[in-house]
């Protein structure tokens, strides 16, 4: 799916969904999300867990694109979409802890827009 610099997040997200089909990559990102969001959490009683909430939120995302998606992350397109690709990401886990993410993806790449 081509993106064409969208001027809005919900116009960025159909474009973040397609880039997250595959099941691994978004259950990487939904346990590495859950542990960065534990470290922040915990952060004030133990500093340096805040260094770790990228590291571990960032580094199980990667590891779901290059390996199991094979794309490079929605968040490398630049400072706009570095910042929607966390709220993306953020969405994301929303919709996989409340069982939605399948139907989501399922309606973007079903979507005429998604070709």
Not at 3 to 10: A, N
Not at 26 to 46: D, E, K, N, Y
Not at 52 to 61: D, R, S, T
Not at 85 to 106: C, F, N, P, Q, Y
Request: some cysteine; proline content about 8%.
């Amino acid at each position: 799916m081509e993106i064409d610099r969208p001027q809005t997040f919900e116009e960025f997200w159909p474009y973040y969904v397609s880039q997250h089909q595959d099941p691994i990559c978004r259950q990487l990102h939904f346990v590495g999300t859950t542990i960065a969001m534990g470290c922040l959490a915990i952060s004030p009683w133990v500093p340096p867990a805040a260094l770790a909430a990228p590291v571990a939120g960032y580094g199980l995302a990667w590891i779901g694109h290059f390996v199991f998606e094979k794309n490079k992350p929605a968040s490398w397109g630049g400072l706009q979409h570095f910042a929607w690709s966390l709220r993306g990401d953020l969405r994301m886990w929303k919709l996989i802890a409340t069982g939605k993410m399948d139907a989501e993806v399922a309606s973007v790449i079903a979507s005429p827009s998604a070709a």
